[in-house]
């Protein structure tokens, strides 16, 4: 069973469930979470009909690919969720490289990218404790196109989306890059606020030197990137002015 291959690659006590197809990995498994799941729990889907992106926005989710949701119970503030997804980010970009031999690259804040195009991307969901305002759980969701699907991507994001390989060549890598992607990331959630991993987040930006746009309050800005603080923020220069921007208020586009 892919449960049990899955959970044997581990070097965490997990339970993995696995679904060939599923409205959403992160929906269901907040159900659970809401029920007091432990942490640790993995829900694993090949495709999803409903996925779900950052901003409200829909994720495609084709066949093939590796849909990934793991359960978290940080005793942190909302403030967390962030970190999350930079050491999640990191985390897929490693996993893919080392199972692939192939170069991946972040562009900020939660998206991955082969070959200049998004070949992944992060949504982190939580629920707070009113009592204390931290986080009673967080869902740390992944979803990574593995195979190109047989009918190509959709007409609006074929030319910005791509997948680890062209077509299904036989390589059953979901397994091992399922995997591969919890236990780094999970060593970096050990000691997450000690930011281990912010180094190779920065590293890998794409977006730094470049021209890129974003909207804010209903305006259009445009800047240049200078980089990327220690806080996770992205950096601007917007006509002289230095401006770092939080990754829970806006979208950026290169321009």
Same mark, same amino acid.
């Given at each position: 069973?892919?449960?049990?291959?899955?959970?044997?690659?581990?070097?965490?006590?997990?339970?993995?469930?696995?679904?060939?197809?599923?409205?959403?990995?992160?929906?269901?498994?907040?159900?659970?979470?809401? &029920?007091?799941?432990?942490?640790?729990?993995?829900?694993?889907?090949?495709?999803?009909?409903?996925?779900?992106?950052?901003?409200?926005?829909? +994720?495609?989710?084709?066949?093939?690919?590796?849909?990934?949701?793991?359960?978290?119970?940080?005793?942190?503030?909302?403030?967390?969720?962030?970190?999350?997804?930079?050491?999640?980010?990191?985390?897929?970009?490693?996993?893919?490289?080392?199972?692939?031999?192939?170069?991946?690259?972040?562009?900020?804040?939660?998206?991955?990218?082969?070959?200049?195009?998004?070949?992944?991307?992060?949504?982190?969901?939580?629920?707070?404790?009113?009592?204390?305002?931290?986080?009673?759980?967080?869902?740390?969701?992944?979803?990574?196109?593995?195979?190109?699907?047989?009918?190509? +991507?959709?007409?609006?994001?074929?030319?910005?989306?791509?997948?680890?390989?062209?077509?299904?060549?036989?390589?059953?890598?979901?397994?091992?890059?399922?995997?591969?992607?919890?236990?780094? +990331?999970?060593?970096?959630?050990?000691?997450?606020?000690?930011?281990?991993?912010?180094?190779?987040?920065?590293?890998?930006?794409?977006?730094?030197?470049?021209?890129?746009?974003?909207?804010?309050?209903?305006?259009?800005?445009?800047?240049?990137?200078?980089?990327?603080?220690?806080?996770?923020?992205?950096?601007? &220069?917007?006509?002289?002015?230095?401006?770092?921007?939080?990754?829970?208020?806006?979208?950026?586009?290169?321009?």
């Amino acid at each position: 069973m892919l449960e049990k291959e899955i959970e044997s690659l581990l070097n965490y006590n997990s339970e993995v469930i696995v679904f060939d197809s599923i409205d959403s990995t992160n929906t269901y498994l907040k159900g659970l979470a809401a &029920d007091g799941q432990k942490e640790g729990t993995v829900v694993i889907a090949k495709s999803q009909t409903n996925g779900r992106g950052r901003l409200g926005r829909s +994720f495609h989710s084709a066949e093939n690919g590796l849909y990934l949701s793991l359960l978290l119970r940080p005793d942190k503030s909302a403030e967390a969720s962030l970190l999350i997804t930079v050491a999640a980010s990191v985390a897929v970009a490693l996993a893919i490289e080392k199972v692939t031999g192939k170069h991946t690259e972040i562009k900020w804040v939660n998206d991955i990218y082969l070959n200049s195009k998004k070949v992944s991307g992060i949504l982190t969901e939580g629920a707070i404790n009113p009592e204390n305002a931290k986080l009673s759980y967080a869902v740390l969701g992944v979803g990574v196109n593995i195979f190109t699907p047989k009918d190509d +991507f959709p007409e609006e994001i074929k030319n910005i989306a791509t997948a680890i390989y062209e077509s299904d060549n036989g390589k059953n890598i979901l397994p091992t890059l399922a995997a591969e992607i919890i236990n780094i +990331f999970m060593d970096f959630y050990k000691n997450l606020e000690q930011k281990e991993y912010l180094s190779e987040y920065k590293k890998r930006s794409i977006l730094i030197g470049k021209e890129v746009s974003y909207v804010l309050d209903g305006t259009i800005y445009t800047g240049k990137v200078l980089g990327i603080d220690d806080d996770a923020r992205l950096l601007l &220069d917007i006509k002289g002015e230095r401006v770092a921007l939080n990754a829970g208020e806006v979208s950026v586009r290169l321009i």
